[in-house]
């Protein structure tokens, strides 16, 4: 049986405030998984739809609009077949690409963490930050329950 590893994608503009939410747990993450891939990209194009396929599982992190600063979400991504106008992806939209071109979609979630401070320049804002240590945990909490539940192994 292959074993898969799994895939963590932070997507995001660090040089955006608190769009740069998944970066900033990207970062985090190799010490805190080590056996997991990680990428950390400003979004999500349809070039690293190779990266999902392969994945046993598939964490997407991002900054959203319209929630409160610093509070997070985890979802389950399902595919799409939407269309993109621009070359800027959806992880639901990236997720049905992989299944239209290599007939394999594995188990997709997605972390967000609620921002609201998007001007130009580096840095997160005092919510957001304070919400990457929380986010890497629900992360590996997700990883770890996926893992759980098709009985693959670390």
């Given at each position: 049986m292959t074993r898969h590893k799994d895939l963590v994608i932070g997507f995001g503009n660090p040089l955006r405030r608190d769009d740069g939410a998944g970066a900033a747990v990207a970062a985090?993450?190799?010490?805190?998984?080590?056996?997991?891939q990680v990428l950390s990209v400003?979004?999500?194009v349809p070039e690293i739809a190779d990266a999902v396929a392969r994945a046993g599982v598939v964490v997407f992190v991002d900054a959203e609009v319209g929630r409160t600063p610093g509070e997070l979400r985890s979802?389950?991504?399902?595919?799409?077949?939407?269309?993109?106008?621009?070359?800027?992806?959806?992880?639901?939209?990236?997720m049905g690409l992989c299944q239209a071109l290599y007939d394999r979609c594995p188990p997709a979630f997605l972390v967000s963490i609620g921002a609201d401070d998007?001007?130009?320049g580096p840095g997160l804002s005092e919510a957001v930050?304070?919400?990457?240590?929380?986010?890497?945990g629900t992360i590996a909490d997700v990883l770890s329950a996926s893992r759980n539940r098709t009985g693959r192994q670390t």
């Open positions: 985090c993450l190799p010490t805190r998984l080590p056996d997991a400003p979004q999500l979802r389950r991504v399902w595919p799409s077949r939407a269309q993109s106008l621009g070359h800027a992806l959806t992880p639901e939209a990236l998007f001007g130009v930050s304070a919400a990457v240590p929380t986010a890497v």
